[in-house]
């Protein structure tokens, strides 16, 4: 089987979500014959680092440096033209060029297509078939960050969700399978749209890099929160545990601490930490690890789209975990038993002070969230379903 691959962002290093996720399918894929990719990166540092990486299974490697000067100025000219931006912004005669040159030269079984704004890619590249996985509905994430953005930012927002929405369901409506995260993204999709063909595919989790961690007992009361932190909803997250839930938490449990985990946080968030309280650590060298040394985890998400990771990787790691009642809706547990559920800050801390004031408690909880992600989001299942798709797919079943 020839399968062409096209990515907005090069899925390698697999160190975020969107990447992750692509470079798990791509890696399946590649296992049933060669596969071809076609993708841009940031920068010529980030480009060079993918190619190498993905050249290992990968028969072609097409990434391509955005020019950010043009694809600005392809956004401008949307903007007054009435077309996309994320289609504008991924505009690039090279991607054109490699498509065209790839397609004379294989004959392709399939074309796989990561996130929306690829898929006028996939529609012009030479493919039999095509599977879209738009992972999460983006313009629905467009407009869920109009909402928490006042002024002009949030006003082009709005603009693209608007714009962006009827690519995404005219692509569900022409590719042979489209696939989403989570069954609340299909129910969205199918309130606007009938599909050709619309299938769930969760995120995995290697649970395996975090099985030896020690009991959240033995960790200090420390609540954790992780994510990539210039991200709108997660800085959000970040400020509602700082400023709203940890000082109700200290007033039961006065040496409670929050450690704000992950990548490139704001100057904002920065100027929350405070020794010996708040430990605003930036990017870790090992999630498994920092995660290791939280006796308790809250995501405090109320907007977004999808199934975060955090939360996976949290269970995974057999730390106790508070979701709010929007991201409940992308797991399929049981809340009490393998993850609690809380909105609103005094709710949270109310829950979050009697789990570190419990050890047996934060154990008992932490391992059944353990358990649940071995059983729904284990990489190899997630990708058994891949491979069992690709096959319907292609046999034109």
Not at 33 to 42: C, E, R, S, Y
Not at 338 to 351: C, F, H, I, T
Not at 372 to 394: F, I, K, M, P, S
């Amino acid at each position: 089987m020839q399968v062409l691959f096209v990515a907005h962002r090069a899925p390698f290093p697999p160190d975020k979500g969107d990447r992750l996720r692509a470079w798990r399918h791509l890696t399946r894929l590649s296992e049933l014959g060669p596969v071809d990719i076609v993708a841009q990166a940031d920068d010529e540092a980030s480009a060079r680092v993918a190619r190498e990486g993905l050249a290992k299974i990968c028969r072609e490697v097409h990434v391509h440096t955005r020019r950010r000067l043009p694809a600005l100025g392809q956004v401008g000219w949307a903007l007054v033209s009435g077309a996309s931006l994320t289609v504008a912004w991924l505009r690039d005669a090279r991607v054109e060029r490699s498509l065209r040159e790839l397609g004379a030269r294989h004959d392709y079984d399939l074309g796989w297509a990561f996130s929306s704004g690829t898929g006028p890619w996939i529609e012009r590249a030479r493919v039999p078939r095509r599977i879209m996985d738009l992972c999460d509905l983006d313009a629905l994430k467009w407009s869920a960050l109009a909402h928490d953005q006042a002024g002009p930012r949030g006003w082009v927002y709005g603009l693209e969700a608007r714009r962006l929405l009827p690519l995404e369901l005219g692509l569900s409506e022409r590719c042979e399978l489209s696939l989403l995260s989570t069954q609340q993204e299909v129910s969205d999709l199918c309130e606007r749209t009938t599909p050709r063909r619309i299938e769930v595919l969760t995120n995995g989790v290697p649970w395996e890099q975090s099985s030896e961690l020690p009991a959240p007992s033995e960790a200090p009361p420390v609540i954790g929160f992780l994510g990539q932190m210039d991200y709108p909803p997660n800085v959000a997250a970040a400020r509602e545990l700082a400023l709203q839930v940890l000082p109700r938490v200290r007033e039961r449990v006065p040496d409670a601490q929050l450690a704000i985990l992950g990548r490139q946080p704001t100057a904002e968030l920065r100027a929350l930490a405070s020794p010996g309280v708040i430990d605003v650590t930036g990017e870790v060298d090992s999630v498994p690890a920092a995660l290791g040394g939280l006796r308790a985890f809250c995501a405090p998400l109320d907007r977004g789209r999808g199934i975060p990771n955090k939360i996976l990787e949290s269970m995974a790691a057999g730390r106790p975990t508070l979701v709010s009642s929007w991201s409940a809706k992308a797991l399929q547990g049981v809340p009490g038993r393998d993850y609690l559920v809380a909105d609103g800050a005094e709710g949270r801390a109310e829950l979050l002070a009697e789990l570190l004031a419990d050890p047996t408690r934060c154990d008992e909880l932490g391992a059944a969230g353990r358990a649940y992600v071995r059983t729904h989001h284990d990489w190899n299942v997630v990708l058994d379903r891949v491979q069992h798709l690709v096959e319907e797919v292609t046999s034109g079943a």
